[in-house]
């Protein structure tokens, strides 16, 4: 396991779009999420140490914000290497920790390659207007989402994300 740390891609940069199958079965684009106030993309897997430590308090927090924050699991870890990170694991994962926010498969590594992703867990939190306007660690997430909520900017003190690096296929 090798500690890799997120880059920090600009505040104000564009959600860029995707279209991937989720562990319902349906297909997500970024135009399904337009009316959130607060989106909130987190590029995680399922076996990650660091994802499984914040796991539960992730989706204790999901749960416990306003409907206007929306929350969105990547899974990026395509390569065979990692059975663990399989489509057919994530649903069990899921069901495990009982996430109810969508948990979508990146299978090509194309969207994880559009944000700049490189880490599990990752986060990309973004205002209203898909801008990007927060690009932190875990521990800072719930004050920026409720700055953004409250209209006003995320702490611009930002510390990067850190976790196992992305499995490359």
Partial sequence: MVLTYSKMVPL?????????????EKFHSL????EAKVLVIIFMCNHCPYVQKIWEP???LSNHLP????????N?????????????K???????????????YDEGQEVATSYQAVCTPDFFVYNKDQKLAYRGSFDGLKSAIIAILDGKEA?????????CSIKWA
């Fill in 76 to 88: 990026s870890n395509a390569n065979q290497l990692y059975p663990e990170d399989s489509f057919v």
């Fill in 58 to 60: 992730l989706v204790a």
């Fill in 90 to 104: 994530m649903k069990q994962y899921a069901t495990e920790k009982g996430q109810t926010f969508p948990y979508l």
């Fill in 12 to 24: 104000g940069s564009p959600a860029n779009d995707f279209k991937l199958k989720g562990i319902d």
């Fill in 155 to 163: 702490k611009q003190e930002q510390t990067s994300s850190m976790g």
């Fill in 31 to 34: 135009a399904e999420y337009k």
């Fill in 67 to 74: 409907k206007e924050v929306q929350f969105i699991g990547i």
